[in-house]
């Protein structure tokens, strides 16, 4: 099976199943000479792994991380980062009455036509338990990022029809992990916690969308066509599982507006550079960055697995069943989903940095530099 590989010079591959003796991820074309110990991958996987508060599965998985290669004496060596994370608290057994009948809206009948078999416990394959291995390869590349002055960040804007007000980068910074929503606007963070709860009381689950934004990614990053910025950013946050849609600047509002209202004017910046004035396209044009900040969001549907009964077939047996899915899922995904948007994102900016030959190894000291924190891209207040 192909599909196991993100990224061409920073480049990680990823193995292991829901309910298998453990993750993998290795991670090839990191530069040597960078700062690296368990600790900096355990932060964000401790963000993303489950049973971290009541609105996420109660699964207990510690997902502690162990560096197995790639790392000598505390810095990374160049040669390919192999680690692993190990499945503490796998259980089987709820997933056997699908064994030959599909969960409504899985992978089960598509993988199991597609291959003729597959890892049934939990989703095998395609649950979103191996998100795991992005996040700990995404810690390594914000890492990295970190040291060219690019910060990414992500919060939770939207649950259900409850919708945050747009938040700068400094509230993302500062707001954003105080709650287990991990939405950057506390008044609307307490609201989605109500809808979260009132779902996950009836037995069903909800949807929303993740909000992301990087700073200080420097222009000319990308190329036309398939190779553009925008549509390998793109192929990164649909490989999200449950990403159901994914825009960029204006998105889908674009749609309403005129080819004058959308233009953005040129000037000149403090240092005599052209550079647009506003940014409705996000931070890339022409499929190429243009130095302001890169934002749009990511849609995660409902998740799939929830405690109603629900019709399915056997296809071996050729009888219909009403079943339901009884195990330990997430009633809202985005609260776990925006470590996992911001990997993906980082992914894909360090992988144009090295791309672009725009590294500079004699800055891998782990520094973060100064970013325009108040700053919001649709604020009209900064355009000037």
Not at 36 to 60: N, Y
Not at 75 to 98: H, L, V
Request: negative net charge; charged residues 25%; glycine residues 12%.
């Amino acid at each position: 099976m192909n599909g196991n590989e993100f990224g061409r010079l920073f480049r990680v591959t990823t193995y292991g199943e829901s309910h298998g003796d453990a993750m993998g991820v290795t991670v090839s074309g990191c530069p040597a000479g960078l700062e690296l110990v368990e600790e900096d991958i355990q932060g964000d996987l401790d963000r993303r792994k489950p049973g971290q508060s009541m609105i996420t599965t109660s699964r207990g998985e510690p997902d502690e991380v162990k560096i197995h290669s790639g790392v000598q004496d505390g810095y990374t060596t160049g040669t390919p980062i192999g680690m692993t994370i190990q499945n503490k608290d796998a259980r089987s057994g709820k997933y056997e009455p699908f064994i030959t009948a599909p969960r409504p809206s899985h992978g089960d009948f598509t993988y199991s036509a597609k291959f003729g078999t597959r890892n049934w416990g939990g989703g095998g394959r395609s649950s979103a338990r191996e998100t795991v291995n992005w996040v700990a390869a995404g810690a390594i590349a914000k890492k990295l990022l970190a040291t060219q002055d690019i910060q990414v960040k992500a919060h939770v804007n939207q649950i259900g029809d409850v919708v945050s007000p747009d938040v700068s980068f400094e509230e993302m910074l500062e707001h954003a992990e105080e709650n287990e929503v991990r939405c950057a606007h506390p008044e609307t963070a307490a609201e989605m916690r109500d809808l979260i709860n009132k779902y996950q009381e009836e037995g069903d689950s909800i949807g929303g969308s993740v909000y992301f934004e990087a700073q200080g990614v420097p222009r000319g990053l990308g190329a036309p066509r398939f190779d553009s910025f925008s549509a390998r950013l793109g192929q990164a946050m649909m490989a999200v599982p449950a990403a159901s849609a994914f825009e960029f600047g204006l998105g889908r509002e674009a749609r309403t507006y005129t080819g004058f209202e959308r233009n953005e004017d040129w000037m000149f910046d403090e240092n005599g550079d052209p550079t647009p004035v506003g940014n409705d396209h996000g931070g890339i044009q022409g499929g190429i960055t243009t130095g302001q900040p890169i934002y749009g969001e990511v849609t995660l549907h409902a998740p799939t697995s929830i405690p109603k009964t629900q019709t399915t077939v056997d296809w071996e047996t050729g009888e219909e069943k009403q079943e339901k899915v009884i195990g330990r899922h997430d009633p809202v995904l985005p609260p776990r989903g925006v470590p996992v948007v911001e990997a993906m994102l980082a992914l894909t900016i360090l992988d144009y940095m090295l791309l672009s030959g725009r590294m500079n190894p004699d800055r891998l000291d782990g520094k973060v530099g100064e970013y325009d924190t108040d700053y919001h891209p649709r604020n009209p207040a900064n355009i000037e």
